[in-house]
């Protein structure tokens, strides 16, 4: 079994205990995603930025609820974008968030301000506090002040995108 199937069967018990089937072949195309878009599904699965490197050989089981969102995405039609989804028009990623509160691993993103950004980050596992991680304002697109760590992205816990995007 390839890892990627791994993944997803971390998140089957949990979307079978909501009565939904599971089936991540179907609508996905993880077989011909380009090896740069499979290496960043990777890094999203681990919780780990663009701009450092992979770790783990296999995916861990405390990515469950990430894989459960992307099981999620997979069965309500969004469309694959490369390690990405996109649906109602918005491109979403969805990121390993480890338990840790939504502003940490917000702040824990720091990619580079050139890097492409998704609509939508679900960060499954994580917590919102709602607490800022910071209190000093950023900027954002052509602003003079450095953009915000996680870009202009809004970023979402899995309960907060299962309302928004009807998962």
């Given at each position: 079994?390839r ?6 069967q ?16 179907s609508?996905?195309s ?10 960043d ?8 930025p ?22 999620l995405?997979?069965?309500?039609g ?32 720091n ?15 994580a917590?919102d ?6 209190l ?20 979402l ?11």
């Open positions: 079994m890892n990627q199937e791994k993944f997803y971390l998140g089957r018990p949990t979307l079978e205990a909501e009565g939904k089937v599971f089936s991540p072949a609508g996905d993880l077989d011909t995603m380009e090896c740069d878009h499979l290496y599904f990777r890094r999203d699965a681990e919780g780990v663009y701009n450092r490197a992979a770790r783990k050989k296999e995916p861990a089981a405390e990515a469950a609820e990430a894989a459960f969102a992307h099981l995405l997979i069965g309500s969004a469309a694959r974008d490369g390690a990405w989804y996109v649906s109602g028009g918005r491109s979403i990623r969805i990121v390993h968030g480890s338990g840790r509160a939504l502003s940490t691993v917000r702040e824990h993103y990619e580079p301000p050139t890097a492409r950004e998704a609509d939508i980050i679900v960060c499954a596992g917590r506090l709602g607490v800022p991680g910071s000093i304002s950023s900027g954002r697109g052509a602003s003079v002040v450095r953009p915000a760590h996680g870009g202009g992205s809004r970023w816990t899995l309960e907060q995108a299962r309302g928004e995007l009807g998962l």
